[in-house]
């Protein structure tokens, strides 16, 4: 298994698609109606597909899951030039942090970090922070789906990429507990050819993850789990 998709809920996703696109750097997959998905590929390191799919209604829950952008030494510049590509500046009582906090222009908040040793050689997103009960187990589940393991970082726990590039994937611990909304980001994981679905199910609910089932959404070619603190996320069929 591996960590393929980060999914933005979304009421335009061509806008939003384009603006992420824009963010990261990536090259556009697939550009149809109610669907945009874009490529951010880490050199030497894991490659993340930045999808977009479509809702009725723009979401109004508290984040879950969001995305940290690297900054850096230039993070003024880097602030300025999201601005310019239809980002906002969002007080969310962060009060005084070195980071500076924006909204995508779906009003999704993510952060613009500043330099840390923790960010070498992530690529245009830095981390991938996620709301967790216990960031210890959860730390040990996502571990284990995704292949990702214990890197430094700022976070309770963190995970990276074996080849130690790319994004961190960061458990933090949860202001509150998780809504019965469905979170407006999630992540995706792809079986390999050699995994067995059933096999995979199982051990999410043996480490105390569980499946979901939603009769009024039909037959699906994905799976969807929620992690043991509620997060969402699906897994998808091997590739032929």
Partial sequence: MFLENLVFD????????RFWEAVVGGHVLTDQPGI???R???PE?????LCFQPVPNPPSEPVRLHVDVLG??????EVERLLGLGASHLDIGQGDVPWVVLADPEGNPFCVMEEREAYVDTGP???LPLDSADPERDAEFWSWLTGWTAAPGVADQSLRHPSRRGPLLELCPEPQPKAAAKNRLHLDVRLEVSDDADVVAAGITERGGREQFHPEWGELPWRLFADPS?????VLPARA
């Fill in 72 to 77: 850096g030494e230039r993070q003024t510049e």
């Fill in 40 to 42: 951010l590929a880490v």
């Fill in 10 to 17: 979304a009421t335009d996703p061509r806008r939003l698609g």
């Fill in 230 to 234: 509620g997060n969402e996320f699906c």
């Fill in 125 to 127: 997103i830095a981390a």
């Fill in 36 to 38: 945009y998905e874009t």
């Fill in 45 to 49: 390191g894991p490659v993340l597909d």
